[in-house]
């Protein structure tokens, strides 16, 4: 990178394409941050908070990547960073909440260091209204962006730099993937792996769709030389992420199914394990079963939504398949795969759904045996076709449905995760234990927590160990 930046002419017009603009910039933010650091008398320091999802998590190591190339060192301590990133999400209404909460108490730090810049991205960006707000209530903020232009960070930083007024760059959709720009992992033993972004499902509850943008596979050609690049800098452990990636490769020039590339990624030598999120149920294949079955690499571990047990609330939610035919499906994975674990995402309290669709919804959970399930309120979002659907359920009876759920999803949950009691399994180490240094913590292929006795020299190795005591969501165990 350093001999790519030298060899940029400053003196010269930015460059049109990519990705040598944006390194154009890189290098040129890295001059105004210097003279920052200068006047500041000290280097100056970054914070990234992401909410929302793995891909949002994704992106902030995109962002965080840019920032280290133009000289932030980065820092937890929010309250003091000359740089202050919120990658937002806004899939429910409480995420939106949480970050003008948290924008409120940054105002005051900002009056206390004038130094300080503010930047907002990620998806509640995409929706217009929230920028209204922002423009209107929240002027303090420096610089908005949005899904589709996050490549463009430093470009912005410099555009930051050189005028005094807020920034906002926003794009409606992209049919653009920019390769190639630094990222800074958050571990150095995993990644993520966007393998394509968007969604063209329009579940009628969810807004990922508007603010993701159209659905677009990567080459996979780009895909398997990102994972190579990894394992070589020490990764043992990709997330293949997507919003449905059973449907990825389907628009490509020359289509691949979801099934082949995985066969292609499971070839790449010192790469251990592959995991992969989210599942669709509509467009799970035979062909990806089979994958799965043989595969040495991918882990026994499927995060299959199912979102309601009642066909008809289905139908409304757009899903694309009955209680019936996931129940089948569900059938055939265990089957092929005796081991797998299986997780869920379920909302309570979608419109008009009644006390027999929910019990719907309870049966699945005990047909199923889930090994854990999100369940998640339903959240109205404006422009979704289910805002405007008649019949919302009351909060109170929302509530005790979800507490319901909760607790047979708990209950169900213990057991199922006791079943490894005794056994030996290989554990992906990924930490020292926060509460009990004594102890390392890592997750098995089904990706259940194991706390056992080790130190930090463990980390990013793969340990045989057997799960001896089953806490309920997690084991305590010993190295063999
Ligand atoms: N693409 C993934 C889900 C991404 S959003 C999939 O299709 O499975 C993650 C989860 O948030 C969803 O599975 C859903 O359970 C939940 N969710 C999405 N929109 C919601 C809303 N409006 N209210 C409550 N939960 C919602
Ligand atoms: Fe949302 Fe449905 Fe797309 Fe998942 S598949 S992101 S729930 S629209
Ligand atoms: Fe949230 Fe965006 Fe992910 S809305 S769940 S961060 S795709």
């Given amino acids: 990178m350093d001999v790519l930046l030298e060899k940029i002419d400053l003196s010269q017009p930015a460059p049109t394409e990519e990705p040598m603009r944006q390194y154009y910039f890189i290098k040129k933010a890295k ?8 006047a500041a008398g000290r280097p100056l320091t970054a914070c990234i908070t992401t909410f929302g999802c793995q891909m949002n998590a994704r992106d902030s190591e995109k962002l965080a990547g840019i920032l280290e190339q133009i000289g932030y060192q980065e820092t937890e301590d929010e309250e003091h960073a000359d740089f202050v990133i919120f990658n937002t999400c806004t899939v429910r209404e409480n995420a939106n909440m949480r970050v003008y909460g948290r924008l409120g108490q940054l105002n005051h730090a900002k009056k206390q260091n004038p130094h300080m810049m503010i930047a907002l991205c990620g998806c509640m960006m995409q929706e217009p209204e929230v920028v209204e707000k ?27 730099f050189e005028s005094e007024r807020m920034v906002i760059d926003i794009w409606k959709d992209t049919d653009k993937i920019v390769e190639d720009l630094p990222t800074e992992r958050k571990y150095s033993f995993k990644s993520g792996v966007n393998i394509m972004f968007g969604c063209n499902n329009f579940c009628s509850y969810c807004i990922v769709p508007y603010v993701r943008g159209r659905e677009r596979s990567r080459d996979p050609k780009d895909i ?28 490509l020039e020359h289509p691949i199914s ?64 009955t209680k019936e035919s996931y129940l089948e499906l569900v059938r055939k994975i265990k089957e092929a795969i005796p081991d797998i674990s ?14 027999e669709d929910f019990e719907e919804t309870m049966d699945v959970v005990r047909k199923v045996r889930y090994d854990s399930a999100f369940t998640f309120i339903y959240s109205k979002r404006t422009g979704t076709p289910a805002a405007i659907m008649e019949d919302q359920v009351p909060e109170e009876i929302v509530k005790e449905r979800f507490d319901r759920l909760l607790a047979e999803v708990q209950k169900i949950s213990a057991e199922v995760c006791a079943i490894h ?52 969501f997690y084991y305590i165990g010993e190295a063999i």
Avoid: W
């Avoid at 941050?33 to 200068?38: F, I, L, R, S, Y």
């Avoid at 706390?451 to 990013?460: K, Q, R, S, T, V």
């Fill in 31 to 38: 001059e105004y941050v210097k003279k920052a650091e200068e």
């Fill in 134 to 160: 922002l423009k209107k209530s929240y002027r303090f903020v420096d610089l908005i962006f949005g899904t589709h232009n996050i490549y463009k960070f430093a470009e912005l930083i410099a555009t930051r």
């Fill in 224 to 251: 398997i030389r990102e994972i190579e690049k990894l394992v070589a800098d020490g990764v043992v452990e990709v997330m293949l992420l997507g919003q449905n990636v059973n449907s990825y490769g389907k628009t």
């Fill in 258 to 321: 979801f099934a082949q590339l995985l066969t292609e990624i499971e070839k790449i030598e010192g790469l251990e394990r592959i995991r992969f999120m989210t599942s669709h149920p509509k467009d799970l294949s035979d062909e990806l079963i089979e994958v799965m079955k043989h595969s040495k690499k991918i882990c026994r571990h499927l995060h299959l939504p199912v979102q309601s047990g009642s066909s008809r609330i289905l139908q409304k939610m757009n899903r694309r398949y």
């Fill in 342 to 355: 299986l997780t869920t995402d379920i909302i309570v309290g979608f419109p008009g759904e009644t006390e």
């Fill in 421 to 472: 009691s005794g056994t030996v399994q290989k554990v992906l180490v990924e930490s020292v234990n926060a509460h009990d240094p004594s102890l390392v913590t890592g997750r098995l292929s089904n990706n259940i927590l194991v706390h056992f006795p080790g130190n930090e020299e463990l980390i990013g190795t793969l340990v045989d160990v057997r799960l001896n005591e089953c806490k309920g």
